[in-house]
């Protein structure tokens, strides 16, 4: 069965180094999105990302963020200049509209954790 | 800022019981919903998606939906120890791009 994947795993970093998350959507998948999850509390919304341009971002997704499709099967999050309350599970999700609509079930990989130091 | 509100828990109930899962949204254009479940330290596991008013069953699984009462619902019956986990309810935004999360509640099955 089709996943989604990302790497690596847990990544340890300094404050203030910039960071790359990666992740591999599902192959026929359109809509990528990036949630983080905070120890203890609620998994938060990031971006959304279809046709190689952001569809919507939420205040959390500041100008540390970016999100970029290098090539037909990666999707990256770069935090450019860490911060300790970075530190946080990172999602990757990815979603078929085989309707046409955006609001199809979202798939999610198995989380990135950060830990910022 | 557009909510979904779950009952934190913990909800224990004993094995092969009916646990009833609860939520809550603000959005009264929400039109998708999602149950995922989560196991400690990993990922949202979808377990169902539902759309229209009523119910949906999926083996152990109903999803029940009321848009006028903007009400969604989870019932497993036949509870395991195995879906001891947080759940997690989830909606779409009105641009339709973000899912929105409770906080989840956490289900303990006793055995």
């Known amino acids: 069965e089709p996943e989604v994947t990302q790497t690596p795993s847990h990544q340890v970093t300094q404050m203030g180094q910039e960071v790359i998350l990666r992740c591999v959507p599902i192959s026929n998948h359109l809509y990528f999105y990036w949630y983080r999850q905070i120890l203890g509390q609620k998994v938060e919304f990031l971006v959304s990302f279809y046709n190689n341009e952001i569809s919507e971002k939420s205040e959390i997704f500041d100008d540390q963020f970016s999100v970029e499709r290098p090539d037909g099967s990666n999707f990256t999050l770069k935090i450019r200049s860490t911060k300790l309350e970075d530190s946080a599970m990172y999602f990757c999700?990815?979603?078929?509209?085989?309707?046409?609509?955006?609001?199809?079930?979202?798939?999610f990989g198995p989380g990135t954790r950060l830990t910022v130091l | 800022q557009k909510e979904v509100e779950q009952n934190s828990g913990p909800l224990s109930v004993p094995e092969g019981a009916i646990a009833s899962l609860n939520c809550t949204y603000s959005d009264r254009v929400s039109q998708s919903f999602f149950w995922y479940r989560q196991y400690s330290g990993k990922s949202p596991e979808l377990i169902m998606s539902?759309?229209?008013?009523g119910d949906k069953e999926d083996g152990r699984f109903t999803a029940q939906l009321n848009k006028a009462s903007q009400y969604v619902s989870l019932l497993i019956r036949d509870s395991q120890p195995s879906d001891s986990a947080t759940y997690l309810c989830a909606v779409y935004s009105n641009s339709g791009y973000a899912l929105n999360f409770g906080k989840g509640t956490s289900l303990l099955v006793t055995p």
């Open positions: 539902i759309y229209s008013n």
């Open positions: 999700a990815s979603s078929d509209p085989g309707t046409g609509a955006s609001t199809d079930t979202q798939y």
